[in-house]
């Protein structure tokens, strides 16, 4: 266990000397299962349909479903449960979208330093409460399927639709096992 993720228990478990703290700590249980459970839905949305639509279609026909389909499926998710929901990666593709905030950074960059030293990104998640807003960020690694559009070598068909979407795209050169981004989320407290 890191020394960082002893002190946030720590911090709970001393908050929990209090009645007011003991409430905060068992609702932030709470909020982490409900932020567990939401990414396990944007991620289970998302991943068939990209599948489907690399067989049907092809790599190029899934680019557009991959655009598409994500910001739509975020989108209806923090309609449903109030949450903020986003992708976010250090080489983002999606420069509007994906870009992380300061605490998203902090956080991807302790990803990549775990993965580094033998973690896998599917065991790495992180909650906190910064300011009034509770924030919980999952990483998502780099599988076989994910080469296709972000891995080291691309199909030119794949490199063309990609510039032509995503100008600045920086998600490529990826291996496998590596952390390509992250789910992440927030509400206000
Ligand atoms: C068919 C091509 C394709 C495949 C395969 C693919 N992606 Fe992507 N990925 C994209 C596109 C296109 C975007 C930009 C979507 C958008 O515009 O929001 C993207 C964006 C992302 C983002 C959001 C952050 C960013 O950089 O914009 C993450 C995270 C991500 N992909 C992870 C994965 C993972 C993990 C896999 C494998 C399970 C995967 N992708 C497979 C095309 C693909």
Redesign the pocket.
Known sequence: MSIKSMTVMASVLWASFTPQGFADAVDQVALKAEAVAIVKRFGGAL?PQ?KQ??QSGG?VN??GV??VR??EIAKQLSLETGWQLK???L????SK??MPDKWEEKILRQFDERQSQGELPAEMAYAEVVGDQFRFIKA????A??L???GETLDSSVRDA?NK??PDDR?IGYSLGQV???FSLSRAL
């Open positions: 991943k990209l639509a690399l790599p899934a680019i991959c655009a994500a910001p992708r976010v990666s080489k983002f593709r999606h979208t994906a998502q690694g780099v599988e399927i994910c296709t559009c972000h990609l979407h995503y998600a390509r981004g992250a």
